[in-house]
């Protein structure tokens, strides 16, 4: 994976490019939302119909959110980190939540077997955050960034161990381990492009 930076030059320059992807996603989010429970039914992650052909549900279950504050701290976060990773590279934006949805998917096949549906962004969220503040961080080399990624790392252990999700309503079922899913993948694109970047600066 090669991730050319075509916008840091002018975003330094004081610049603003408008995120069009993020926005696009985040219109379709809200669209899903609120054309109501009945006409997004066929786009929820349900094992079952995805097992019976509907595999296009791996990707819009992602999109589909069953309440108002899901919806909220989700598409907040999601157009916060998209806009970060889009000012660098759109098709950053674009392979990262591929992949994040993808590790999120397989992660509630392969490991949550007691769960056959799944809603929201919020484990891909945190692939795209380990990818945001790894490029914020080769941009300024500022520490915080990192300690965000550590946070972010004890917030999770919390999660899976209480089985309680921060920003959600406790008396909704959440799956914390699929945040987990989601901070693997970010760390192994952020692995894979440094490596990358490195042997082409070698040679």
């Not at 899903?32 to 429970?37: A, Q, S, T, W, Y």
């Not at 094992?47 to 992602?62: A, F, P, Q, V």
């Not at 989700?74 to 392979?95: C, H, P, Q, T, W």
Request: charge should be positive; aromatic fraction near 14%; include cysteine.
């Amino acid at each position: 994976m090669s991730f050319v930076n075509k916008n840091i030059n002018s975003n330094s320059h004081g610049t603003f490019k408008v995120p069009w992807l993020t926005l696009m996603v985040s219109c379709i989010v809200l669209v899903l939302f609120f054309i109501g429970p009945n006409n997004s039914e066929q786009f929820v992650f349900d094992k079952t119909e995805i097992c019976n052909g509907s595999t296009w549900r791996l990707m819009t279950g992602h999109l589909i959110h069953n309440n108002l504050d899901h919806l909220f701290w989700d598409l907040l976060a999601f157009m916060v980190l998209g806009n970060i990773i889009e000012s660098y590279s759109r098709k950053k934006l674009i392979v990262s939540f591929i992949l994040s949805s993808f590790s999120v998917s397989l992660w509630m096949f392969v490991v949550e077997r007691n769960f056959t549906v799944y809603y929201g962004l919020s484990g891909l969220l945190n692939g795209l955050l380990v990818i945001a503040v790894f490029d914020k961080w080769k941009q300024t080399r500022k520490v915080m960034f990192l300690y965000v990624l550590v946070i972010t790392a004890i917030k999770m252990i919390y999660e899976i161990i209480t089985n309680n999700v921060f920003f959600i309503d406790p008396s909704i079922p959440t799956i914390p381990g699929t945040h987990l899913a989601g901070f693997l993948m970010g760390c192994l694109i952020v692995f894979a492009t440094s490596i990358r970047y490195s042997r082409r600066v070698c040679t």
